[in-house]
């Protein structure tokens, strides 16, 4: 009988002086694809690791690649995040530094990036543009990669995947920052390359996986369980009560928080906003939607004083015309905002506490002592958040979706009158994801203005009644929803 | 024109060289309030016009930048860069008439021509702003009498500047006040108010003068800085090589290690550095890197010396009337070194790899940081300034031979800190052949610790630590670095 082709036994991998898998014992058969789910933090993500050899373990895996197949006998693991560098090698960016214009090229090109791929790789470029066609990514060939937004990188990480088609391909979190679009077309590919011989593990509790996936796991006390479906959890979950701070309403000096006449945004030729027009009222709770690239990332740079070209455009932020005077940190003190490039640029050095507390200032990293009263309610939310034992260890440190909590303590800590989160669940699991919407819904019932950007619509906080659509720059809806519509 | 410095009476020249004062935050009380309304105009749009503008108008203030007609017609980078983060952009002619305070951020050969230019333009009252001393100081350029002159000088890349900026931090930065050209006596609250535009409050800003910070900077530059960096990379190389070792290792070990072991410089001075070798291998460095500072005295005086005298800004103002004729030979010697066309091979170093097996660098660091800063000290400049240009430079440039080698370094650094650079690497490189034929693998290349049971004794190894950690760049850094606790580190390896 053939050997299996995922062998595993006595794998024992920690985290940290915690033992993470024990003594596990697997097999995958030639030819199955599996899908991994369960909940975060059981060890998903050093498996795969694992596998793909990019951890140290104690015990056994073996690969046992065909060699009769023209496919790459190679294991590619596609990582949750991202990573990019900039020509002269080096990997420190901010988080305002796509916006800004600059003539020096800072980083390479996609198409660039691309055929730095394929050469390494020895992979045809003729081979590369229908994926790009299919994930609708081919217009992306000029831009930098420190223009792409996270779920642009997502998209050139799968391109690249399923460029290779290496006989394992182990995706973590596939859908990440996807729209729903291009979920559908990344089954489909995803299913061809299947059918060429490409065996999948993919990382991901998601219910709509391609057909090709007939085989599903969970980790459950360390070891991989087999099951007959991912189940999504169904347990009610209850709120605690939250800190006091937060139940007090904001006080707004102005009802006209974002007012934007006809606003336009260009690099060079690339168009990015075209005559944009949106007002937000105090209170109000906004749906923005629209496809990767569609330029929400940028709309929600000009109300948080992150866009350079905000001065040239007729803009007015809670109640002034951007550009009279103001300073940026006149503008974030009134925004809690959370988005996943956020996330990516945030400082690696700084404590859970110190991130939390960072929200005060609107900084990136905490620089000044906080007198008692803002570290005593650091405390709390760390305490309503489960993530006190966590509070002196380095945010980077933790899993991901630990991270994408602290962030989002950090994002609600001041109360602010405006809070803007950009897919803020993306990385958690559904009970977590749950629990926050509950949070935010709370928090909106105390008069908190709301602009939430997500593209699964099963994933959003219930209190949103008013929606607007982006579709290649240009608004296409402004709508006000009653609640029927969403659920 | 005459050298400024030398027209002074001694009693003068020291009590410029003497402006040093670490200032307390609390003078940065009033913010932006000096500059708010008045309309700020920025000659120049490279890396540091660009983002120290953005800063200024992200903070409020009303910045435009000026090219000149040329730069306008061609849409030469420079104008892009402003007209597309949507700034106005104007001749001298155009704006500079109505300007509160000039800007001039254009690289030191251009200033005589630029304020030349723009000095007749400008309204009565107004302030010019520089970040290098250097026209003002060595050249003696005049500046008409009704005018401010101030200096403020982000002691980063430009490209820092707006990212601790925008994060909510600022770069370190040095102020002055010309004393020639303080009319109206609102020098310091125009430049504690730019300051606060860049951000630089936040990081720990140091009152200079335009003397101090010319003679400092010069001195810093030419000798640890640029000089012995280069000088310790090609012959670090050059020995590997000699013995035997992998070209690409070597390659690799020396571009990327003076980063990595600098980086413990930054956050820990010359006491972390020497903390990240073995005790022995402390004890090692320690004696080459004293038997180091003995050979190379002489030459850092005699750099010290000529910068003092005007002697060096006199002949390399004769090589810019010379079309720069020696600078652009030195820059292609440099060029043809095995160093720079080694690439650096496809192999693993390991962070502590780096301390291990390039003790030599580590020794060649702590003898330059503690005799540029000893110097500088010696010839009248106060503690604060000699670190500034010292110790806490160090870094950044390591960080540009990191990027792409010393080709890189030379092309980041302005063409005067490069010019004195070459001159120190002539003179050293002989000076030290004697002693790098002692040299072997175990100092470069190879583990230190190799073969050696690791034992010390206790009471030289305490004298050692003692003699490190009481040096007054140690003492005056730790003060110092307390006010940038926040800096990120900058990794490439």
Redesign the interface.
């Known amino acids: 009988m053939d050997k299996p082709f995922v062998y595993i036994h006595d794998l024992n991998l920690g985290y940290r002086n915690k033992a993470v898998l024990k003594d596990l014992y697997w097999e995958m058969n030639i030819g199955e694809s599996y899908a991994i789910g369960g909940e975060s933090g059981t060890g998903k993500t050093a498996l795969a690791k694992a596998i793909a050899g990019l951890v140290p373990y104690q015990g056994n895996i073996e690969i046992n690649f065909d060699g009769q197949r023209k496919l790459p006998q190679e294991v590619l693991y596609v990582d949750s995040w991202y990573q990019f560098k900039n020509l002269?090698?080096?990997?420190?960016?901010?988080?305002?530094?796509r916006y800004?214009?600059?003539?020096?090229n800072d980083t390479l090109t996609v198409h660039a990036e691309l055929v730095n791929y394929g050469k390494e790789k020895g992979l045809h470029l003729d081979q590369v543009e229908p994926i790009l066609e299919a994930l609708g990514f081919a217009t992306f060939a000029g831009s930098q990669l420190i223009e792409l937004s996270s779920g642009e990188h997502k998209k050139l990480q799968l391109v690249k995947a399923l460029w290779l088609k290496p006989q394992l391909l182990i995706i973590d979190q596939p859908y990440t920052g996807l729209d729903t679009a291009s979920r559908k077309n990344l089954n489909v590919l995803l299913d061809q390359v299947a059918k060429e011989g490409v065996q999948l593990i993919l990382i991901s509790n998601d219910a709509e996986l391609p057909g090709s996936v007939q085989s599903f796991a969970e980790i459950t006390d360390g070891k991989l369980v087999k099951v007959a479906a991912l189940a999504s959890s169904t347990t009610e979950i209850r709120l605690r009560e939250i800190p006091d701070f937060l139940k007090e309403s904001p006080l707004y000096s102005t009802s006209d928080m974002v007012k934007m006449v006809n606003v336009n945004i260009s690099?060079?030729e690339k168009q990015v906003l075209k005559n944009v027009n949106w007002e937000i009222k105090a209170g109000e709770k906004w749906l923005l939607q629209g496809h990767n690239g569609s330029g929400k990332s940028t709309l929600l740079s000009l109300i948080n004083?992150?866009h350079?070209?905000s001065?040239?455009n007729e803009l007015y932020l809670f109640g002034n015309r951007r550009g009279s005077?103001?300073?940026?940190?006149?503008i974030k003190q009134h925004i809690g905002l959370i988005s996943p490039e956020f996330h990516w640029y945030f400082?690696p050095?700084a404590t859970v506490w110190q991130s939390v507390a960072?929200g005060f200032?609107?900084?990136?990293?905490?620089?000044q002592h906080l007198p008692y009263t803002k570290s005593t309610q650091v405390d709390e939310l760390l305490a309503y958040f489960g993530l006190t034992e966590n509070k002196n260890e380095l945010l980077s440190t933790l899993p991901l979706g630990k991270q994408r909590l602290v962030l989002l303590a950090r994002t609600i800590i001041k109360n602010p009158e405006l809070l803007i989160l950009d897919e803020p669940c993306q990385g958690l699991d559904q009970q977590q994801t749950k629990y926050f919407n509950q949070l935010v819904d709370e928090l909106c019932s105390n008069g908190m203005t709301l602009i939430y950007v997500g593209h699964f619509e099963s994933q959003l906080p219930t209190c949103i009644e008013k929606r607007i659509l982006l579709e290649k720059g240009e608004v296409k809806v402004v709508e006000s929803l009653n609640t029927e519509i969403l659920s | 024109m005459a050298n400024y410095f030398n027209t002074l009476p001694l009693r003068e020249k020291l009590n410029q060289l003497g402006v040093c004062d670490f200032m307390d935050s609390a003078e940065f009380l009033d913010g932006v309030s000096a500059l708010k309304g008045k309309k700020l105009v920025i000659v120049g749009c490279g890396a540091q016009g660009l983002n120290q503008g953005l800063n200024l108008r992200d903070s409020g203030l009303d910045v435009s930048y000026t090219l000149r007609k040329e730069a306008i017609e061609g849409k030469r980078d420079s104008w892009k860069n402003a007209t597309e983060n949507n700034f106005t952009v104007g001749t001298y002619e155009e704006l500079i008439p109505n300007a509160d305070v000039v800007i001039n951020l254009t690289p030191d050969k251009q200033h005589t021509a630029v304020v030349n230019a723009i000095m007749p333009l400008m309204k009565e009252g107004a302030t010019l702003l520089y970040s290098h001393g250097f026209n003002i100081v060595e050249e003696g350029m005049q500046i008409r009498k009704d005018l401010t002159v101030i200096m403020v000088a982000p002691k980063c890349p430009g490209s820092e500047v707006r990212a601790e900026y925008v994060r909510g931090f600022g770069v370190p930065t040095l102020i002055a006040v010309h004393p020639e050209n303080d009319p109206q006596g609102k020098g310091l609250a125009q430049a504690k108010a730019y300051c606060v535009g860049t951000g630089g409050h936040r990081a720990g800003v140091l009152r200079s003068s335009f003397v101090a910070e010319v003679k400092s900077d010069l001195m810093g530059e030419q000798t640890i800085l640029c000089g012995l960096l280069q000088t310790g990379s090609i012959l670090s190389f050059d020995k590997m090589v000699e013995k035997g070792i992998d070209a690409g290792y070597a390659s690799k070990l020396v571009q990327y290690g003076v980063e990595v072991i600098t980086e413990a410089l930054k956050q820990g001075g010359i006491t972390a550095m020497m903390d990240r070798l073995s005790n022995v291998a402390k004890i090692k460095a320690f004696e080459i890197s004293e038997e180091l500072k003995d050979i190379m005295r002489p030459l850092f005086q005699k750099h010290q010396d000529d910068i003092m005298s005007g002697e060096f800004s006199r002949t390399m103002m004769e090589d810019w009337a010379n079309g720069d004729k020696n600078l652009l030979k030195w820059r292609a010697e440099t060029g043809e070194t095995a160093f720079e066309k080694t690439p650096a091979g496809d192999v693993k170093i390991g962070e502590q790899e780096y301390f291990d097996n390039y003790t030599l660098m580590v020794a060649f660091v702590r003898a330059g940081v503690e005799l540029a800063f000893e110097t500088m000290v010696q010839a009248g400049i106060k503690p604060e300034s000699a670190y500034y240009e010292s110790l806490h430079e160090t870094p950044l440039i390591a960080n540009t031979i990191a990027r792409k080698k010393l080709f890189e370094m030379n092309r980041v650094i302005s063409d005067t800190a490069e010019y004195g650079c070459y001159l120190f690497d002539q003179a050293c490189k002989p000076l030290l052949a004697d002693f790098m034929k002692k040299v072997d693998t175990d100092l470069v290349g190879k583990n230190f610790n190799e073969g050696k049971d690791g034992a010390v004794d206790n009471r030289q190894l305490i004298e050692v630590n003692e003699a490190i950690r009481s040096h007054q760049v140690e003492q005056i850094g730790a003060t110092l670095r307390k006010a940038m606790t926040a800096m990120k580190a900058i990794k490439t390896a």
Do not use: H, R
């Open positions: 002269e090698g080096v990997a420190n960016f901010y988080y305002q530094q800004t214009s600059l003539q020096a690099y060079g004083g992150d350079p070209q001065y040239a005077g103001e300073s940026i940190w006149d400082d050095t960072s200032y609107d900084t990136v990293g905490l620089f």
